[in-house]
């Protein structure tokens, strides 16, 4: 049964960066394409950024294109989310993801999932 672990969130103000760290256990890492959700108060979990098994594809909300990036440390076990110059509208409970096939921008469609970290950017 496979475990995600999510941690770096924060409070913090607009401008500012985060990185957001999601460590796997439980399953075979290498194997599974990742991906970070979010969810505000009131709104749907939705899609931030993914990334394939092989580390090689990666895919972003248009929303967070050249502010965000998805990377993953196949020793660690552990994928990243750097944030950069983060604006209110990021404010949410980030959730990392996990699933064999994919990468999807889909949340439907994962399988595992962390507890989530909750992300606060004030103006």
């Known amino acids: 049964q496979g475990h995600l672990i999510e941690s770096g969130g924060g409070l913090v103000q607009a401008g500012a960066s985060l990185r957001l760290s999601c460590a796997a256990s439980?399953?075979?890492?290498?194997?599974?394409?990742m991906g970070w959700f979010r969810q505000a108060p009131g709104k749907e979990r939705g899609f931030v950024a993914t990334?394939?098994?092989?580390?090689?594809?990666?895919h972003y909300a248009d929303s967070v294109k050249g502010r965000f990036t998805i990377s993953r440390d196949v020793a660690k076990n552990t994928v990243y989310l750097q944030m950069h110059n983060l604006e209110p509208d990021d404010t949410a409970v980030y959730y990392c993801s996990a699933d064999l096939w994919g990468p999807y921008t889909d949340y439907r469609k994962y399988e595992y999932w962390g507890q989530g970290t909750q992300v606060t950017v004030s103006s």
């Open positions: 990334i394939g098994w092989r580390g090689a594809t990666t």
């Open positions: 439980g399953l075979t890492f290498r194997s599974y394409c």
